[in-house]
């Protein structure tokens, strides 16, 4: 047998083994064209001193603690943001059920005092259930853009959108301003901030129930109103979402234990951190630092980079495909109440949120807002849908990081181990507290109180 003829015996020898083993292969095996995906394996818990802290890592943590949290700024859009009249009038309009088709909801049916100004549901239910879970009003005073997708770039703007919804308050505008003509003290507290209340009585021009809603009645009665009856609602009602938020500027978070325990790594003081934290609360704010990468969005003396990001959470299956900040920022350039718009009390110049906002891109699908972190603990269920039912779930959400059902994740396997996830938890609960607001801001006001017993 010459050179030729043994290599081509060995080829077809070869080629016959290659043809042989493929179709050996069993239907689950999996050919080496195909992608292996394997569940992260966990790695080992880091063992290190908890309370030991480079002076690098000691000025980061500086940055998270509440003392760091600078004085609100002005909202130059609301000339009633920081007028404490404002915020009384604005106090008493959050928890007034009038302000509903039914009379049995308002701002505080989704967003209760007691569960730091959250409702305990997955989705918020007004007048009927909305698709979105309600976020916590505490210290969102500080963010440029408000709900899940950012939809709304202040918060009187934001405090306008639910009362009009059909699935929340379910009322409208012209609805709301007769309140305010027909009660007293409401007419005497919104002249003394916004002068002389307009003359409403002309039913034909200002009827009783109008606005640019779902309703059928109330948007034909909305359309047949001149453009000037419309801006003068239009007015009342922009004021009237003016102040809620001089009234929701004023919920703030207070120092909890994790604060404390800065303060005492900034001064040195080992007895006080130990004190403060446990070991294990002390190791899960290790990993939040560093190998959990949490401080990435979750950043500053709130806990949150007030910004949005997808981060592959499994959208409800029951509900219609949510795109996030995608739509949420086309639907707040359109908004007549954005910083930009004739309400507006801000100059050209101070809207610049609103004018440079990024508008495309693929990190705006399925992207949602950062949620503060403070008293995290409280606020379940959690995300933007309420899929996720608790904190040891979203960690193990984290851990894994499946991928973004709609659009690019951001998140990457953490690869934790179950005893880095429990310190990481115990470490979230160390976020929680009371809140610095005083106590009569944090339940009704006793004259709408006493007004809602005379009536039952």
């Known amino acids: 047998m010459n050179k030729n003829t043994l290599l081509a015996v060995v080829g077809i020898s070869v080629i016959g083994l290659i043809v042989i083993a493929a179709i050996s292969l069993k239907p689950n095996q999996l050919t080496t064209n195909e992608v292996v ?61 009038r302000f509903s088709s039914n009379g049995e909801v308002s701002c505080s049916t989704c967003h209760k005092p007691e569960l730091i100004f959250t409702d305990g549901l997955a989705r918020a239910k007004g007048v009927g259930v909305t698709p979105r879970k309600a976020m916590t009003l505490v210290g969102v005073a500080y963010s440029k853009w408000f709900f899940w997708d950012g939809r709304k770039d202040s918060m009187w703007s934001q405090a306008l959108g639910p009362t009009e ?74 004021n009237m979402g003016k102040s809620i938020a001089a009234y929701e500027r004023l919920l703030m978070p207070r120092p909890t234990r994790f604060d404390a325990y800065i303060d005492a790594t900034l001064a040195g003081n080992l007895d006080e951190m130990k004190k403060q934290l446990t070991e294990a609360e002390a190791q899960g704010l290790q990993l939040f630092v560093g190998s959990a990468h949490c401080i990435n969005c979750h950043n500053g003396p709130l806990l949150t980079n007030h910004s ?64 503060t972190l403070r008293n995290v603990a409280q606020t379940a269920p959690y995300m933007h849908s309420g899929q996720i039912a608790t904190l040891t779930d979203v960690l193990n959400h984290y851990n894994v990081a499946a991928l ?42 006793a004259d709408l109180v006493q007004t809602e017993s005379v009536k039952k």
């Open 37 to 97: 995906t394997q569940a992260p394996v966990p790695a080992k818990a880091v063992i290190v001193d908890p309370y030991q802290w480079t002076q690098q890592q000691k000025e980061l943590l500086a940055t998270l603690s509440l003392k760091s949290l600078p004085p609100l700024p002005p909202d130059p859009s609301n000339a009633a943001a920081d007028n404490p009249a404002a915020a009384q009038f604005g106090h008493k309009l959050f928890f007034d059920k």
């Open 165 to 238: 919804s059909a699935v929340e308050h379910g009322g409208n505008r012209t609805q709301y301003a007769h309140i305010i003509d027909n009660d007293a003290d409401y007419h005497a507290a919104y002249e003394t901030l916004f002068g002389k209340f307009p003359d409403l009585s002309d039913a034909k021009r200002f009827p009783a129930s109008a606005g640019p809603v779902s309703d059928p009645a109330a948007s034909a009665g909305w359309k047949a109103m001149s453009e000037e009856d419309q801006d003068t609602i239009n007015r009342i009602f922009s």
């Open 308 to 371: 949005f990001h997808n981060t592959g959470v499994a959208p409800a299956t029951d509900l219609p495909p949510d795109f996030g900040r995608r739509e949420g920022v086309m639907t707040v350039m359109d908004d007549p109440f954005n910083c930009t718009g004739k309400y507006s009390d801000a100059g050209e110049d101070q809207c610049q949120h609103v004018r440079f906002a990024r508008k495309e891109g693929l990190e705006l699908l399925s992207a949602f807002k950062v949620p």
């Open 404 to 445: 973004a059902v709609r659009g690019h994740s951001e998140a990457s396997p953490l690869n934790l181990s179950p005893v880095d996830l429990q310190n990481l938890e115990a470490f979230l609960r160390t976020l929680s507290g009371p809140l610095a607001t005083a106590p009569e801001f944090l339940a009704p006001p």
